[in-house]
């Protein structure tokens, strides 16, 4: 069964093939560029576990191109217990040290880690973009489901010979966050060094 959906700036196509294996691709038409556009797009996805963690990957590529704004997008992405309150974060509140420590380690040298999670990117050219729309690919298998709040997902990357977890829990409005992240700021195949001078 395939069912296809057109949101108003993004397209979320979802199939399913298998009862305890399902696959789910998800297709974002714009990183955004501003917290007001990236909160619609959580309003939009965060319903459901799998546009949560498609959230999560967005917010990735925001920080790349803008660091201040993807802490921001983080924070929104992120479940309540990665947080720490801070008057100077986004409402209140900012990520905790686990997490500044892994994006400030492992994301901020390598950009490219970000677009690996994006359908048709290769190490061999860079991690480059496709086209748009985005697309963000992610599983389950019979033991993802947690609990009735909680589940692990996987996250195709294509420089990694597997798809990566994540784990994501529904907060007490519905909408789905961020638990665990770590598996997506493991390393990569490296893109080749350019010989141009």
Not at 23 to 42: A, C, L
Not at 71 to 84: G, H, K, P, Y
Not at 175 to 194: A, E, R
């Amino acid at each position: 069964m395939r069912k296809v959906f057109l949101l108003t700036s993004f397209l979320l196509c979802i199939s399913f093939f298998a009862q305890s294996n399902e696959v789910f691709t998800i297709g974002i038409s714009n990183i955004p560029t501003t917290i007001e556009n990236f909160t619609s797009v959580r309003d939009d996805l965060s319903n459901t576990p799998q546009g949560g963690a498609a959230v999560f990957v967005v917010a990735m590529l925001m920080y790349v191109q803008d660091e201040e704004l993807g802490i921001q997008a983080f924070t929104i992405a992120l479940d309540r217990n990665n947080l720490v309150e801070d008057n100077s974060g986004y409402k209140g509140f900012k990520p905790d040290k686990s997490f500044t420590y892994m994006v400030q380690s492992y994301l901020k040298p390598r950009p490219y880690l970000a677009n690996s999670y994006i359908l048709n990117t290769t190490h061999t050219d860079g991690y480059i973009l496709p086209q748009k729309p985005y697309k963000i690919k992610l599983s389950t298998n019979p033991y993802s489901n947690i609990s009735e709040d909680e589940i692990k997902l996987f996250v195709e990357c294509s420089g990694a010979d597997s798809p990566r977890p994540i784990i994501m829990k529904k907060n007490d409005k519905g909408i789905w966050k961020t638990s665990n992240y770590s598996s997506l700021f493991v390393g990569i195949k490296t893109p080749p060094v350019s010989d141009d001078l």
